[in-house]
């Protein structure tokens, strides 16, 4: 009984340790955004920068997963229709992601906030066990280890992207495992913790895969056993296991990304942008931020502590020489990124990213906790310690001095912070050498509360950074409109259809995820690329590596061709066919009498469609032409009218005019006169040309009596703005105010007037010829009767190879109508259609990984006979 109840304390006491590597970092994080007006319930949200954007929006949509309003495959909710396993493996992989089933979706943004804490409580916990299983030190330096690793720089200055996170804490795991492989013990903690890393983010299994590689053949060169054959196959064999049980996630994201088609990043110079030699000084100082845009130098500060001891293990004569070299040939690789283009590329993939750069810069982090571990427990004399505070103290102080204002964001309050701080360690690791205990605990307490406030102190300053740089934004800018948008879906939503819908006044360039509606609207690293470029041909502007797809300015044409049936606005919309309903307060709501549907019967005459490069305004016509089988001219052009315009500074050359201003904020304000005929839909064509600063090019534009006063950013909208219908011939005035860029090129500005009466009657022919389509999830199905030869089903759901189609229960090709949309070939008489999406590679994905559970089942029963 006295046995069993050991055991119990025994368990016990360890569950606390645990416990207490999990809730410390929570703790500390939350203070430092607390400290920075980000905790529940408060003004500020947690979510800056892509956070509100995409991991907000996409949280909404999985828990729609999870509770059985959406398929796990398919969603309608982005781009008309788009992959969401693909979506899942990069932003919603990981064990902590289905919380989200507990929240609102109106109180989504406190869902981030949670799972982003929940997720460095975790990294505290398995870091606490790779410092527990790795070293021989005592609990306390366990913890303060684990803590420093789960408070690292990167996590908090990357808390914005949290699908990154979930590595932090599966990274000691695989650690773990491969420490165990090279023991000659049980390696199923390593096939869990690859399994782990495959399935909850490819992109950082990508960067983790070579790093744990890289540590494998460092591990066995410490030793002496590069040679060691069967510890290769044992490593070999449990990685080949956990690639295979990750192949229901792991095959169909590969071929997802080989149909995307991005093309790999150029190396155009040796060394990496704005590379300085006191880079990893200036980064492990405290509350050092400077950037996650462009210009930024890597995170990789662990605390002041774990460096000090991880400089010692190169100083140490119990570490060996081959120790030495292997660990810093493993810094060196990762340094190469730093500093060299090449390396930086290979690290990330072959693609240099847009933004928060040197995405490996946490193994950096994590090197740093083990060097410090194995040094730690080696018990360095305070003489050498103390040398290299001191020396650390030194570097400091040139490096702040001497960099003559490289380190711009760097303060006099950073420098003398970490001077303080580094003193202070110096002193308790002096009143350490004394034998009595007593002192040495508190000293102990006294060095853990030191730690901690370094810690804190340096989150602080990281979130700081975010808040000045990012914005963390007022949470009412996410839940204010939640209310009347809900209301307006769930009105005008059909069960078997889903609601085609956009705002004028969109909260976020995915609000289709949150509110469940289909949008056109897309921003997702995971996304149809293909089609993306076809719609830009079509007005929607979608360009670069199509990171995303833009609705607004572009013409009602192509909003009735693609089935949008509503729109809502704060302000007035005066479109052909679209008739006023019921306001919800702060919306008007505008439905569209001549939306088509999901699918519409046509000749076989458009599987020949063609869509221009150059002429998007053509490619609508020719599509609309072909699916009412008219022959019309819809659109032609009217020339402006430029009147004085007291202070403007342009100059117009070759159908082309200049702007030149005193600086970005400057507003170029300049006003045009046109007379419109009657019946025309009329649009302002503004197209800047190459050689402006697109990222800030704003413009405005209003027209008197007729409450149009829209304002737009040029590189994220399409070029026609919407300037109202006109059914009686009208002259009107129309003032634009463009800024933020100081010098910009465009092509002559101009009206695009599109004929009503033409438009009203073609599309009056498609919506004749429409198919009754249902949609149930991820599955299409339909009854399309024809009384012709030649006839083609074309509908409005995006290309994509993950579609397989069955017409009268028999397998048929898909066309790819215009290489944007999916097109069905039909019999004469009756075609029962049925499309059903699986994202391609899935089924072979799934083979693979049960074939890789039995052989794992297999070779563990195997193992336990031998055993018995």
């Known amino acids: 009984m006295g046995l069993i109840i050991f055991m119990i ?105 949670v799972i982003t804490l929940i997720k460095i409580g975790l990294a505290g916990v398995t870091a606490f066990w790779y410092a527990k299983t790795s070293f021989r030190l005592q609990t306390w330096q366990n913890h303060l280890l684990a803590l420093c690793y789960a408070m690292m720089s990167f996590g908090l200055a990357f808390a914005e992207q949290p699908m990154w996170l979930d590595t932090l804490y599966i990274l000691p795991i695989i650690i773990i495992g491969i420490n165990r492989v090279i023991d000659g013990k049980g390696g ?76 790999l990043s150029k190396v155009n110079g040796l060394f990496t942008d704005n590379t300085g030699i006191w880079d990893l000084i200036i980064k492990n100082m405290v509350g050092v931020y400077d950037t996650t845009k462009f210009g930024t130098i890597p995170f990789v500060s662990v605390g002041l502590l774990p460096l000090i001891f991880a400089i010692s293990f190169f100083f140490l004569k119990k570490i060996t020489k081959k120790s030495k070299i292997g660990m810093a040939v493993l810094l060196g690789c990762l340094c190469l990124g730093f500093y060299f283009q090449p390396f930086d590329l290979a690290w990330q993939g072959g693609h240099f990213p847009a933004m928060f750069l040197f995405r490996y810069s946490f193994l950096f982090s994590f090197l740093v906790i083990q060097l410090a571990g194995e040094a730690w427990e080696t018990k360095p004399s305070f003489k050498l310690l103390s040398r290299i505070i001191i020396s650390l103290g030194i570097l400091m102080i040139v490096a702040y001095f001497g960099s003559f204002g490289h380190y711009h964001y760097l303060s006099v309050f950073n420098l003398l912070s970490t001077l303080i701080i580094l003193a202070a360690y110096l ?46 934004p007022l949470n009412r800018l996410y839940t204010q409109n939640y209310p009347a948008i809900s209301k307006i879906v769930s009105k005008y939503q059909k069960k078997d259809v889903p609601l085609r819908m956009e705002s004028m006044d969109p909260v976020s360039r995915n609000d289709g995820f949150n509110y469940n509606y289909s949008s056109i609207n897309l921003f997702s690293s995971m996304r149809n690329r293909p089609f993306m470029q076809q719609m830009n041909k079509l007005g929607y502007r979608s360009t670069g590596d199509n990171l995303n797809l833009i609705y607004g300015n572009n013409t009602v044409l192509m909003d009735s061709l693609l089935g949008n049936q509503l729109i809502i606005a704060k302000g007035k919309v005066n479109r052909v066919g679209y008739q006023t309903q019921p306001d919800v307060k702060p919306y008007h709501v505008y439905k569209n009498q001549y939306a088509a549907g999901l699918g519409t019967v046509t000749n076989d005459r458009i599987l020949k469609l063609k869509l221009s490069n150059t002429d998007n ?40 005019f200049y702007g030149n201003m005193p600086s970005d904020q400057s507003v170029q304000r300049l006003t045009w006169k046109v007379k419109i005929p009657a019946h025309q839909q009329a649009y302002l064509s503004l197209y800047p040309l190459s050689g402006t600063n697109l990222g800030g090019l704003m413009s405005e534009v209003k027209v008197d009596k007729q409450g149009v006063n829209l304002t737009s950013r040029n590189s994220m909208t399409g070029q026609y703005i919407d300037l109202g219908n006109y059914k009686k011939a009208t002259t009107i005035t129309i003032h634009t105010n463009i800024w933020g860029s100081k010098q910009f090129r465009m092509v002559m500005p101009n009206v695009i007037l599109m004929n009503t009466n033409r438009y009203e009657k073609s599309m009056t022919e498609v919506q004749r010829h429409a198919a009754k389509l249902k949609i149930s999830g991820d599955t299409i199905t339909g009854k399309v009767n024809v009384n012709r030869k030649n006839q083609v089903l074309v509908t409005s759901v995006p290309y994509d190879d993950g579609w397989r189609l069955t017409v009268n229960h028999q397998a048929a090709s898909l066309k790819a109508i215009g290489g944007a949309f999916v097109g069905v070939k039909l019999h004469k008489g009756q075609n029962q259609v049925q499309l059903k999406y699986r994202p391609s590679g899935w089924y072979v994905g799934v083979i693979i990984s049960s074939i890789s559970l039995v052989l794992l089942i297999g070779e563990m029963v195997i193992k336990k006979r031998k055993n018995n």
Not at 63 to 70: F, M, P
Not at 434 to 439: A, L, P
Not at 639 to 644: C, F, G, I, V, W
């Open 427 to 472: 002193v308790l690791f002096s009143l350490l050498t004394t034998d009595r205990q007593s002192v040495q605990k508190g000293i102990v307490i006294i060095l853990s509360i030191m730690c901690c406030v370094e810690l804190t102190g340096n989150a602080y300053g990281i979130f700081l950074g975010t808040k000045k740089e990012w914005h963390y």
């Open 617 to 656: 305004l053509g490619n609508q016509s020719q599509l609309l032409n072909d699916l009412s089988q008219q022959n019309q001219t819809y659109f032609k052009q009217q020339a402006l009218k430029l009147l004085p315009s007291p202070g403007a500074r342009i100059s117009i050359q070759n159908n082309q």
């Open 188 to 263: 199923n903690i390593l096939i869990f913790g690859y399994f782990l890393l495959f399935i909850t983010n490819f992109y950082m299994a990508y960067i983790v895969g070579i790093f744990s590689f890289l540590y494998f053949c460092v591990g066995l060169y410490r030793r002496g056993e590069l040679k060691q054959k069967l510890t290769w196959l044992a490593y070999g064999w449990r990685l080949v296991i956990a690639l295979g049980l990750s192949a229901i996630i792991i095959i169909p994201t590969v071929v997802t990304m080989i149909n995307t088609h991005i093309p």
């Open 9 to 113: 304390m025994k368990k016990a006491k360890s569950g606390i340790t645990y416990l207490v590597a999990f809730v410390l970092p929570v703790i500390l994080v939350a203070i430092a955004w607390w400290l920075n007006g980000v905790y529940p319930g408060s003004k500020l949200s947690v979510l800056a920068s892509d956070s509100f954007t995409q991991t907000v929006n996409f949280y909404d949509a999985f828990h729609d997963v999870l509770h059985g309003n959406q398929s796990w495959f398919y969603t309608w909710s982005g781009s008309l229709g788009v992959n969401f396993l693909g979506i899942y493996s990069y932003y919603l992989g990981g064990v902590v992601t289905p919380i989200v089933y507990f929240f609102s979706k109106s109180d989504m943004a406190n869902a981030v906030y």
